[in-house]
């Protein structure tokens, strides 16, 4: 698949993962605690990094999406968290300390503090620019149909599924219902599904002919379910008011925080300039060179996207 050349935004997802108890987790030091009033960023900017090493672990939320960021027997996995980890080890900050907190709750809570960083493979869109800071692209993942086995409608994006007049499924609040919508799809022909495990669920049982989301998605959600009569569909690039969008996604940090995002930057551009370091970390939850961002991709330019 060719590179892209201008990615812009990935899907908008609504979680169904439990808010757990983030606010009890311990504050960061005197030297880097202190807020700006309303905004939950500090104004101890230079000081965050050396506040972090000296306690010694980095407070991240998540949502617990396979494979962006969940936990696997007890272990916070996933694409961003082990990214993460790597990259503040290198800083000097061993150890990440998790909170599981429901997707649409991870801005407003790194804007509160309860955490330092969103560690949950989030898009990078303008919207959310306008709220936080993010980090350069940690990868792009083209949007994907998951199909029955067999794929007895001869679909291959969004737009066959509007020729075809197939029922869609896309999970609650994500972009790829606009997505659907800009193809053609009918709206009621559009299924909102609270999780990934319903879109296959719905597929399998003959409730929808597609499920689009993010191909890494698909692929993942696929391997777990080995056993299911599906098929993932070669990615496609769909495209919303006339532009392509292929789908980055970045660590979120609080406004006020840049050094840290850059200092964060410096060590995240070490491995996505190494296609094989990229791959041998985050190989294991589907991740290849397809997915590593181009050096031409930049945040600021998909903040004006």
Sequence with gaps: MPRPAHPSR???????????GAALLPPLTTACSRTEPGTGAPDGDAALLDGLREQGFVRVGFAG??????????????????????????????ELRPALTDFGA??????????????????????????VIFSEPEFVSPTALMVR????????????CAEQ????????????????????????AVKALAK?????????????DAFALTGISLRWLAKVNQA?????????????????????????FRPGAGALRDAFNR????????????????GRYGFTEREVPPASLRTADLCRA
């Design 106 to 131: 991870l801005i407003p809570g790194l804007l509160a503090g309860r955490f330092d960083v969103v560690s949950a493979g989030m898009a990078i869109t303008p919207e959310r620019c306008a709220k």
């Design 149 to 160: 086995k067999g794929n007895p409608h001869g679909l291959s994006d969004l737009k066959s």
């Design 267 to 282: 060590e995240l551009a070490g491995i996505t300039g190494d296609p094989a370091r990229y791959v041998r970390l985050l």
């Design 165 to 188: 007049g197939v029922a869609v499924g896309v999970l609650t609040a994500a972009v790829e219902a606009a997505y659907a919508k800009a193809a053609g799809v009918s709206p009621s």
């Design 10 to 20: 990935r899907r908008l997802f609504s979680r169904a993962a439990l808010l757990t």
């Design 196 to 208: 990934q495990q319903d879109g296959l669920d719905a597929l399998v049982a003959g409730r929808i």
């Design 65 to 94: 999406e396979a494979p962006f960021g969940f936990q696997d027997g007890g272990t916070l996995a996933g694409e961003a968290p082990t990214l993460h980890r790597e990259i503040f080890t290198a800083l000097g900050v061993p």
């Design 228 to 252: 299911a009569p599906v098929e993932v569909l070669e990615p496609f690039v769909p495209e919303l008011e006339g532009k392509p969008r292929y789908s980055p996604g970045g660590a979120v």
